[in-house]
């Protein structure tokens, strides 16, 4: 609308159209939720995920549930994520988990939170990443719990992963024994 527009506008037209437009921004704020975004992109290099991980392993997924955990900001709300059942097969770094364990994985439930999906009955090579602070201790299990996401190097078991993974961890421990000796 130009300037003169409005000059020209009847009073209840202008009222009707003040109305509206308080009504509309009061709808957008008085209904509008708490999001999150997800803040990487693609896949992060061997190098750095495998020095930034406490656990690497190999295994197959048994078991999906969904919990309910408290809102960090908001105790009073809460939001779900994924607790898969995991079948560890082949230890690549970990100091906690041994082969032929049953270990849980702590995860969003996909989209804005980060969460990597899985299917039932496929192996993963799974790569943890720090579990967020506002988790600890709030995924009550009796099992050892890692936690992963999207920004880790997790995924379906590929031929090629395991190769690069294990040419990288062969190449990484020569280094040290070099500079150890």
């Known amino acids: 609308m130009t300037q ?5 506008m009847k009073p209840k037209s202008l009222y009707l159209n003040l109305l509206f437009a308080l009504l509309s921004f009061l709808c957008v704020t008085m209904t509008s939720q708490r999001v999150y975004a997800c803040g990487c992109i693609g896949n992060s290099a061997i190098e750095a995920q495998y020095k930034g ?3 690497i392993l190999e295994g197959e997924l048994i078991s999906i549930s969904l919990r309910r ?3 960090p900001i908001d105790l009073k709300d809460s939001f779900s994520v994924h607790v898969y059942s995991f079948r560890v097969d082949t230890v690549y770094k970990s100091n906690t988990i041994n082969a032929k364990d ?5 995860t969003g439930v996909g989209g804005g939170d980060c969460g990597f999906l899985m299917e039932l009955g496929k192996r ?5 990443s720090r579990m967020p602070h506002f988790l600890k201790g709030k995924v009550p299990s009796k099992l050892t719990q890692m936690y992963t996401n999207l920004c880790a190097r997790s995924k379906e ?3 090629s992963e395991i190769v690069e ?3 990288f961890i062969k190449s990484y421990v020569k280094w040290w024994k070099f500079w150890l000796w």
């Open 157 to 159: 078991t590929t031929e």
């Open 4 to 8: 003169s527009h409005i000059i020209n």
């Open 53 to 55: 991980s406490e656990h």
């Open 69 to 71: 955990v408290p809102e």
């Open 165 to 167: 993974l294990r040419e």
């Open 124 to 128: 993963y090579m799974l790569y943890d």
């Open 102 to 106: 049953t270990i849980e994985i702590v």
